[in-house]
C-alpha cells in the first residue's frame, strides 16, 4: 500500500519559517506528480505548489517567492520550505502524489485535486 506521512508542522510568529515533510512509501517513483495543499476549517482545499518527473514545479500567487517544493527520490521524500510565513498561511498541510498524465496540469490551471494518493495533514499556524 502506498502510505505518505507529513511532518514538520507547529507554530511559529509572521515572518518565521517551517519546512515541511512528506515521507513517501510504497510508490514507485517512474512517473509522478507531487503536491502540497493546505486546508483550513469551511473552505476548500487549497493547490499551494506542485512538482512533477522531470522536476517542473509550479505554485500559487500567494506564496510564490516564500515557498519553494522540492523532492528527494533516493530518500522517498516530498519537502516544502516556507520562508516569510504570515497568518493567512496557517491551515493543514496535505502532500499528494499520482502517476496519472495531466495531474499536474489540472492543478492550477482547472483547480483540481484529484490525487489517488494523499497523507493525513500536518498543522501550521502562523501567530
Known amino acids: 500500500d502506498v502510505q505518505l506521512v507529513e511532518s514538520g508542522g507547529g507554530s511559529v510568529q509572521p515572518g518565521g519559517t517551517l519546512t515541511l515533510s512528506c515521507r513517501i512509501s510504497g510508490y514507485s517513483f517512474i512517473r509522478y506528480c507531487m503536491a502540497w495543499y493546505r486546508q483550513v476549517p469551511a473552505r476548500a482545499r487549497e493547490a499551494v505548489a506542485t512538482?512533477?518527473?522531470?522536476?517542473?514545479?509550479e505554485y500559487a500567487g500567494s506564496v510564490k517567492g516564500r515557498f519553494t517544493i522540492s523532492r528527494d527520490v533516493a530518500e522517498n521524500t516530498l519537502t516544502l520550505q516556507m520562508n516569510n510565513l504570515k497568518p493567512d498561511d496557517s491551515a493543514t498541510y496535505y502532500c499528494?502524489?499520482?502517476?496519472?498524465?495531466?495531474?499536474?496540469?489540472?492543478?492550477?490551471?482547472?483547480?483540481?485535486?484529484?490525487?489517488?494518493?494523499w497523507g493525513q495533514g500536518t498543522q501550521v499556524t502562523v501567530s
Open positions: 512538482i512533477e518527473s522531470l522536476g517542473r514545479a
Open positions: 499528494a502524489v499520482d502517476r496519472r498524465p495531466g495531474v499536474c496540469l489540472d492543478v492550477f490551471r482547472r483547480g483540481s485535486s484529484d490525487f489517488t494518493h
